[in-house]
Structures are given as structure tokens and as C-alpha cells.
């Protein structure tokens, strides 16, 4: 589709607890608008996958950390030949791990190796290297929607426009049950809105980059929206903002 005002290159940050929407939203309008879509909690759970799979304890900072600055972590659009309902393909050390990172038990250990200083800063050089690019229009698309818990405050806070997505608890638990039975997992509905309580609590707790809105972010509660709506709302906001600034971008 064609915009009223054309996007310049430009980054999108789209900011949310887990399963606020964000990663549905993104990649849908990274489609609309010929965006690069980059997901970068993968990151955070390719290296909670690695340090499960090398039988490394989760409590051990130094060796997460060790192993987060020795893992290639690759993360390419899916081909013809995955599609599989991926978003994106990620890779450790060349092992195609897309499904093998959504597990429950890398669910429940990823929000404490996201908290570790490090590992944190690790990734987020990775992230801002990416986000630069698309950003300034070196990419192979017109920019990049920008998905995570702090893009807009940490990793790109010079984004052209942010995005903070909520839903209520329940909502995001129906959303994620819903999620892993259609991948043929038995889960429960209950378990799973406790991990996501316990997730949010230690996301926006943690002492690094924790999980809350920019100041100059746009907040969208998702709990009754289709997502077409939202990925509407916010092309709306990028081609007022543009309309505001030529500079946009
Ligand atoms: O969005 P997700 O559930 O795939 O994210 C996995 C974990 O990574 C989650 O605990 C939050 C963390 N994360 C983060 O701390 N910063 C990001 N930019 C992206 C994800």
C-alpha cells in the first residue's frame, strides 16, 4: 500500500511486557511499509537456549557472560523453505534454533540472564549496530521496526517514534496459552499468567534498563484491539509525525 506521506528510513521502537502483541503488530507493519521486522528478545533467549543446551547454571553471571561474547548469533528473514509461521529465522553457531528458543524452559530462565549487566550490553552494541544501519538507510529496506523492552530508552533512544504497547495480564496469558497450544504444547492457562506476572515483575525490576515507557513514547493498550488496528494506529502516528517534521528519521 502507499502511504499518504512516504516514511523516510527511519527506526520504529516498539517497546511492551511479553505478550503485549508487540512481536505480531511489528511484524505486520514491518511488512506494510518494507521495513526490516527485528525481534531482540531472540537474542536474549538464543543465549538463555546456548547456556541450557552447554549444561551452564543460569546463576552463573561470568559464564553467561563468557558465552554471550563467543556465540554467533545469526537472525535472517525465513526463507521459502521454513515457513513454518516464523517470524524470522535465528541461528546459534549456524543451528537453526527458531522454535528451540520458545520453549517453556527458556520462558522461565531468560528474564534472569536479560538482567545481567554484561550480557546486556553485549547485545544491545549488536542491537544498535543493526538499528543504525536500517536507521540511517544502509539497510536492504527503508528501516527497521525495532521490537523489545527498551528500544526506545536504552538501545535507540533517537528512535523516530516509539511505541509502548500494554494489554491486561489475563489478555496476554490467553494470548500466549493460545500461542503454544496451536504448536500442539500442553500448557496451562494458569501457569502461564503466573510466569508472565513473574516475568513483568522481574522486567521492570531489574536494576539495568528496566521495562517502562520512554517519555516521549506513544502508549497503545492492546487488551481489546485486532492487530491490524494497532498496526493502523501507528501508521497514523508515523505519518502525522512525518507530516510535523520533515526531519522525521
Ligand atoms: O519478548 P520476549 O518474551 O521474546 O523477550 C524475552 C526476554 O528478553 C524477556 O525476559 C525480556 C528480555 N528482553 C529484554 O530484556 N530486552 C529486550 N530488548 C528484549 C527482550
Same mark, same amino acid.
Given at each position: 500500500?502507499?502511504?499518504?506521506?512516504?516514511?523516510? !528510513?527511519? /527506526?520504529?521502537?516498539?517497546?511492551?511486557?511479553?505478550?503485549?502483541?508487540?512481536?505480531?503488530?511489528?511484524?505486520?507493519?514491518?511488512?506494510?511499509?518494507?521495513?526490516?521486522?527485528?525481534?531482540?528478545?531472540?537474542?536474549?533467549?538464543?543465549?538463555?537456549?546456548?547456556?541450557?543446551?552447554?549444561?551452564? /547454571?543460569?546463576?552463573?553471571?561470568?559464564?553467561?557472560?563468557?558465552?554471550?561474547?563467543?556465540?554467533?548469533?545469526?537472525?535472517?528473514?525465513?526463507?521459502?523453505?521454513?515457513?513454518?509461521?516464523?517470524?524470522?529465522? /535465528?541461528?546459534?553457531?549456524?543451528?537453526?534454533?527458531?522454535?528451540?528458543?520458545?520453549? !517453556?524452559?527458556?520462558?522461565?530462565?531468560?528474564?534472569? /540472564?536479560?538482567?545481567?549487566?554484561?550480557?546486556?550490553?553485549?547485545?544491545?552494541?549488536?542491537?544498535?549496530?543493526?538499528?543504525?544501519?536500517?536507521?540511517?538507510?544502509?539497510?536492504?529496506?527503508?528501516?527497521?521496526?525495532?521490537?523489545?523492552?527498551?528500544?526506545?530508552?536504552?538501545?535507540?533512544?533517537?528512535?523516530?517514534?516509539?511505541?509502548?504497547?500494554?494489554?491486561?495480564?489475563?489478555?496476554?496469558?490467553?494470548?500466549?496459552?493460545?500461542?503454544?497450544?496451536?504448536?500442539?504444547?500442553?500448557?496451562?492457562?494458569?501457569?502461564?499468567?503466573?510466569?508472565?506476572?513473574?516475568?513483568?515483575?522481574?522486567?521492570?525490576?531489574?536494576?539495568?534498563?528496566?521495562?517502562? !515507557?520512554?517519555?516521549?513514547?506513544?502508549?497503545?493498550?492492546?487488551?481489546?484491539?485486532? !492487530?491490524?488496528?494497532?498496526?493502523?494506529?501507528?501508521?497514523?502516528?508515523?505519518?502525522?509525525?512525518?507530516?510535523?517534521?520533515?526531519?522525521?528519521?
Amino acid at each position: 500500500m502507499t502511504l499518504l506521506v512516504p516514511l523516510q !528510513p527511519a /527506526v520504529i521502537a516498539i517497546d511492551g511486557p511479553g505478550a503485549s502483541g508487540k512481536s505480531t503488530v511489528a511484524f505486520r507493519l514491518a511488512e506494510r511499509i518494507d521495513y526490516l521486522f527485528f525481534d531482540t528478545g531472540v537474542l536474549y533467549r538464543a543465549v538463555t537456549w546456548a547456556a541450557l543446551e552447554r549444561s551452564i /547454571v543460569i546463576g552463573d553471571e561470568a559464564a553467561v557472560t563468557e558465552l554471550t561474547r563467543t556465540l554467533a548469533i545469526d537472525v535472517a528473514a525465513p526463507s521459502s523453505d521454513t515457513a513454518d509461521g516464523r517470524h524470522c529465522t /535465528v541461528l546459534v553457531d549456524g543451528r537453526d534454533v527458531t522454535w528451540l528458543i520458545r520453549t !517453556p524452559q527458556v520462558d522461565q530462565h531468560v528474564s534472569t /540472564v536479560s538482567a545481567y549487566t554484561e550480557v546486556r550490553q553485549i547485545l544491545s552494541d549488536q542491537q544498535r549496530r543493526i538499528g543504525a544501519r536500517y536507521g540511517s538507510g544502509q539497510g536492504d529496506r527503508a528501516g527497521v521496526v525495532m521490537v523489545g523492552r527498551d528500544i526506545g530508552t536504552v538501545v535507540m533512544p533517537d528512535a523516530a517514534l516509539k511505541i509502548y504497547m500494554v494489554a491486561s495480564a489475563e489478555e496476554r496469558a490467553r494470548r500466549r496459552y493460545l500461542e503454544q497450544t496451536e504448536r500442539g504444547r500442553a500448557v496451562s492457562y494458569a501457569e502461564i499468567l503466573q510466569d508472565l506476572l513473574r516475568r513483568d515483575q522481574l522486567d521492570s525490576e531489574r536494576v539495568v534498563a528496566p521495562l517502562r !515507557p520512554a517519555e516521549d513514547a506513544f502508549v497503545i493498550d492492546t487488551s481489546q484491539l485486532a !492487530p491490524d488496528e494497532v498496526v493502523q494506529r501507528i501508521i497514523d502516528l508515523a505519518t502525522k509525525r512525518v507530516a510535523k517534521t520533515p526531519a522525521f528519521g
